[in-house]
Every structure is written in structure tokens, then in C-alpha cells.
């Protein structure tokens, strides 16, 4: 994200897109999931698929329902490099490939073609997780060799991840089970989306789109139920909530029927900013840092700990167990591993996060109406001024700002390994990455940790640079690094790569058309440029960045943006988007340079 000083001015050019590296970007994607796949299990990724579960609802899944894979699907030009993509990514598959019938239906429906000619194969290999237990990726596979008349399907399939989802194996399935299961996806805000009977593998799989407040980053999910469980399935393709209900006795109206669901769900979803509130305070008293790691602590000795009312941290605790922070065992809590994230210690800690989502962005959003009513930014009408400005003039307000955006650098966990980067350190005088606006070095550092042939140029404000040197000296990269001091205007030439990492999210279209023009400027011919944003989805499915689409509006006077939309800004600035590729929190890395001239 950019500081008050960064500004820009415009300057003129043309362009039009042009190809991408495909295996390169199905590489990258195996990479993301498998990691994915090695961080969860069941009881910290459904809290995050369906923020709306209670306490007991949470329960009865963890007892049906195991995590088992995330599933993605690639067009290899042929099977060798599929193994040589897996292996890259540490994934053996020990198994010969079986018929995808599932997915081979919905792409011929999908793209109006023949399933004889659609060899989609599945492939399953084994990923251990952090908790020690095996889980997988499952790769969905449809090879489409250089020049084939899948080229169409491939391409649009990789920018939409239709077939991209988590999945839960049911266990001891059986049809009241199952509907029941559906049933609460349903109340969740999930709706059905297709499904399937696979003879080769006897088994039924019903997909859903996830809740639109789902915050695991995948938009579909697959309950996967072993045997022939067509009747359950003809009642969810049909998307009829009555189908799942079909073998339930008649209930008696009253709260909680069917009828009441969409006030129950109303009020959940007004209750949102209770949890924010409640995440916030559990920081300010700092309640995770006076739980011992991994270990139960007794509701009083916490509250002495805090200096907390026994009575009312026991309330608010029972709220944060329902939220998944927390879980209760008797008059003892321990905290999960979402409630680990807000202890000050914790790598990459939202605890600044969750201050400043429940401190001045919380202020912010209860102007949103005025927003929308005049186009003007909430947090500049409450506070006379914009946020940057702000924060700059109030060091401990910065600070904050500071360690709050360092808590989503997990979505830069596998930038460094993008093709562009590894070529600029193959370079046979080492390469130079330039990062425009990188505040206080944590991607960057990134990249010269993994790639010790590159060397670093850094852009930024005075204070941030400072900030910069630190984290620098903290990776051993001190030495290869340079930092300016400066504005968009002052981005320095001659890199091999240039970074913009959450960057043009801050600005209007003509500020990001400006910023660009001043990165290609700088660029030699060779030169790559990496964009690190959130992508609004262009079918309207769920995702992060349409929350913070809202939350950019409302506080900066910036936005989230397609992926087109980034095109054409890159066009104006002469500059061709060749590829972007899933990153995690549901980031995106855009990949960008100079048009290829005949």
C-alpha cells in the first residue's frame, strides 16, 4: 500500500495483451494449493469456510466431515511435464490416473463441446500436513497440446478457477445424513453447484459455492461421499432446499423453520460487527498473549492475568469459542490457531490488524452510507483529512498501519519463486529488483532470501525506508539492498524486475495509469513487472476483494479491480498483462511487460 508522499503524473502510450506462460502458471497453482492443503485441517478451516457456524453447529461437522483435499485443474501440454510440475512442488503420484466423468460433464456444458474429446484424468497426490496427517491436491487434468483447439478452454478455465475447490469427505455416509449436511451448508449462504456420480470410483460428489463471507479463499466446495448416492444428488442439482429436507418429518412451525431462515440469516450477518468488536477487544486486552501456547488456562487465572471482570471475560470468551478463536473445556480455554494469529509473537500476527479494523477503518465504515450517498471517502469526511496523511502525522497511528498491512504477507509466500524472478537472478551479472512503493521491505526481502544472486532497490517514503533498512539487516540482505527516497515520479531505471504490491488498490484509474507510465518508463525492453492485488471476480462469485472493494472505497478512495480492468490500465501505460496466477488470502500476482513487435 502506498504513503503520502507517493504521488504521480501522467504520461501517454498504447498497447494490446498478449500470450502467457500457462505451465508456468499451472505450476504456480499446484504450488499454492499444495501449501494450502500442508497448513489446514478440519477444525481451523471451517471456521473460516462458514464464518456463520456456532459453537454446536461447528462440532457436529468436525464429527461428519474431513478435510481431504483442494482440488485445482491444469492443461499440461503433455503428461511429463504434469509429473515434472508435481514433482517441483514436492507431489508424487503413486497411482495411475483414473476418468474424471464428473468434471469432463460440466467442461463439455460449460464450453458447448463433446465429452468424448474431453480426457479429463484425476490424479491424487499426497500432501502431509502440519498436524502430521496425509491429505492431497487433487489434480484434474486435461492435456492440450501447443496449437490444439482446446487452447479456448484452457484459457478461459485458468482465468475463471471454476473447477478450483476444498473438500470434505463425509464419514459413514447415509442419506438423511447427507441432506441433513446440505441443509446447514445451505442455511450457511452455500448453494448448490452441480455435482456427480462417478462409477470408476464409487462415489458421489456434491458441489455448493461457497458463503459469500467465506474467508478461505476458494469459492467452490465439494462434499465427496463414498458409494452410489444418486437419490441425495437428483435433490441437490436440483438447488431445492426441499430436497434436502425430503425425508425429514413435517416440523411444527415455530423460530427456526424454514420460513424464519432468511431473518435468522439477516441477523446473523448484522451481528458482524459484534465479532469485529469482539476480536478487537480480545486484542487490546492482549487475551491471547496470557494464554500459554498449546496449553488450557483457567477462566480466572486469565482474568487475573488481564485484569478483567471474571464474569464478563466468561462472556465474552463464549462468544470468541462460537467464532472459533477459543475452545471451552469446562472452566479451562485454550486458543485455536485462528486465535494464535492475535498474539503480538506470532509470525505474521493480526493482532495490528484486528486494532485497526476495530480502531479508525471501524469508525470509518459507520459513514459508509455518506460514501455512497456523494462518491466521498467516509475516513476523509469524519477526520478532515485522508488516511495517509493521518496516520503520517500520529507515529504511534503509523506504526500500527505498518504492522497491520505486514499481517497479510502470507499472500507473498510464493511470489519469489515466479519464473520472472528466477530468470532475472540467472542473468549472468545478477539481477535487479526494484520495489516501487514496498514499504517496509517485506516482499522484497523475500525475494533476495530466495534468489541470492539478485540485488534490491527499494522505493518508498523516508520514514518507511528506514523501516526497510531494519527488516533488510533482520534477512541478511542488508548488503545487497539500495534504497531511494522518493515519490512514483523517482522510480529509478534500469531493474530487471519491478514490484507493485498492493499498490494500485489505493488509487483511481487516472493516479494507477500515471504509476504505471512512470514504472514503464523506467523499464529496459527486457524488464518484467509483478502486480500483487486482490481480483474481483468477473462471474460475480465470492471473494475477499469484493469486501475490500467496499473497504477501499470507504477508507483510501481507491478500489479492487478485474482482471481485464487491470489489462486495459497496463495497455494505457504500454504495458501487456501476459498472466495472473492465484496468490494466498485470495491474492493474485499479474505478470506484465513491453509488447512482444513482430
Do not use: K
Not at 462518491?375 to 469524519?382: I, K, R, S, W
Amino acid at each position: 500500500m502506498t504513503t503520502p508522499a507517493m504521488t504521480a503524473t501522467p504520461a501517454p502510450a498504447t498497447v494490446a495483451p498478449d500470450g502467457a506462460d500457462d505451465s508456468a502458471d499451472d505450476s504456480t497453482r499446484l504450488r499454492v494449493a499444495a501449501d494450502f492443503v500442508r497448513r489446514h485441517d478440519t477444525a481451523t478451516l471451517l471456521p473460516l469456510l462458514l464464518p456463520g457456524l456456532d459453537g454446536t453447529q461447528l462440532h457436529s461437522l468436525t464429527r461428519h466431515l474431513s478435510f481431504a483435499h483442494a482440488a485445482l485443474l491444469v492443461f499440461p501440454p503433455d503428461p511429463a511435464t504434469l509429473r515434472a510440475d508435481l514433482a517441483a512442488c514436492g507431489l508424487t503420484a503413486d497411482t495411475p490416473p483414473l476418468p474424471s466423468s464428473v468434471v469432463r460433464d460440466r467442461l463439455a456444458a460449460r464450453h458447448r463441446r463433446d465429452a468424448a474429446g474431453l480426457d479429463v484424468s484425476i490424479l491424487r497426490p499426497e500432501v502431509r500436513a502440519a498436524d502430521g496427517t496425509c491429505r492431497a491436491v487433487e489434480v484434474f487434468a486435461l492435456t492440450v497440446a501447443p496449437g490444439s483447439d482446446l487452447g479456448p478452454v484452457a484459457e478461459h478455465e485458468r482465468a475463471h478457477q471454476h473447477e478450483a475447490h476444498l473438500a470434505f469427505e463425509v464419514l459413514r455416509p447415509e442419506p438423511l445424513l447427507l441432506r441433513g449436511l446440505c441443509a446447514l451448508l445451505a442455511d450457511q449462504g452455500a448453494a448448490p453447484d452441480g455435482g456427480g456420480y462417478n462409477p470408476h470410483e464409487n462415489g458421489t460428489v456434491l458441489y455448493f459455492t461457497a458463503p459469500a463471507s467465506s474467508l478461505a479463499g476458494y469459492r467452490r466446495v465439494e462434499l465427496y461421499a463414498p458409494g452410489d448416492h444418486r437419490d441425495v444428488l437428483a435433490g441437490h442439482l436440483a438447488g431445492n432446499l426441499t430436497g434436502y429436507l425430503a425425508e425429514r418429518p413435517a416440523p411444527r412451525p415455530s423460530a427456526g423453520t424454514p420460513a424464519d431462515q432468511p431473518a435468522e440469516t439477516l441477523l446473523r450477518l448484522l451481528t458482524g460487527a459484534w465479532a469485529t468488536q469482539a476480536l478487537a477487544a480480545c486484542a487490546r486486552l492482549r487475551l491471547a498473549d496470557a494464554v500459554p501456547p498449546g496449553e488450557p488456562i483457567d477462566r480466572a487465572a486469565l482474568a487475573r492475568r488481564t485484569g478483567t471482570h471474571p464474569r464478563a471475560l466468561a462472556t465474552l470468551l463464549r462468544y470468541l469459542a462460537m467464532l472459533g478463536v477459543v475452545t471451552e473445556e469446562g472452566e479451562r480455554v485454550r486458543l485455536t490457531e485462528v486465535g494464535a494469529l492475535l498474539r503480538e509473537d506470532a509470525p505474521a500476527s493480526m493482532r495490528p490488524l484486528a486494532l485497526m479494523y476495530g480502531g479508525p477503518f471501524y469508525r470509518s465504515f459507520g459513514a459508509l452510507d455518506h460514501t455512497v450517498r456523494t462518491g466521498e471517502t467516509a475516513f476523509d469526511h469524519l477526520y478532515g483529512e485522508n488516511h495517509f496523511d493521518h496516520f503520517a502525522r500520529d507515529p504511534e497511528l503509523a506504526d500500527l498501519f505498518d504492522r497491520s498491512m505486514a499481517a497479510s504477507t502470507r499472500m507473498f509466500d510464493p511470489v519469489p519463486a515466479h519464473p520472472a524472478l528466477a530468470a532475472a537472478a540467472a542473468r549472468p551479472e545478477g539481477g535487479t529488483v526494484v520495489d516501487v512503493a514496498g514499504g517496509n521491505g517485506e516482499l522484497l526481502a523475500r525475494v533476495l532470501t530466495a534468489h541470492p544472486g539478485l540485488r534490491g532497490v527499494l522505493l518508498e517514503r523516508p520514514h518507511a525506508v528506514e523501516a526497510a533498512r531494519r527488516t533488510m539487516a533482520e534477512a541478511g540482505c542488508a548488503d545487497r539492498c539500495t534504497y531511494r527516497a522518493g515519490d512514483f515520479a523517482d522510480v529509478p531505471a534500469g531493474g530487471d524486475v519491478y514490484l507493485l504490491s498492493r499498490v494500485l488498490h489505493d488509487w483511481d484509474d487516472d493516479r494507477c495509469r500515471a504509476i504505471l507510465r512512470h514504472c514503464e518508463r523506467a523499464m529496459p525492453a527486457h524488464a518484467d513487472l509483478l502486480i500483487v492485488e486482490r481480483l474481483l471476480p468477473a462471474d460475480g462469485s465470492a471473494s475477499l476483494a469484493t469486501a475490500w472493494d467496499v473497504h477501499m472505497m470507504c477508507n483510501v478512495g481507491g478500489r479492487e479491480r478485474r482482471a481485464d480492468h487491470y489489462a486495459d490500465l497496463l495497455a494505457a501505460a504500454g504495458l501487456d498483462l501476459l498472466a495472473h496466477t492465484p496468490l494466498p488470502l485470495d491474492a493474485a500476482l499479474l505478470h506484465a511487460r513491453r509488447p512482444t513487435r513482430p
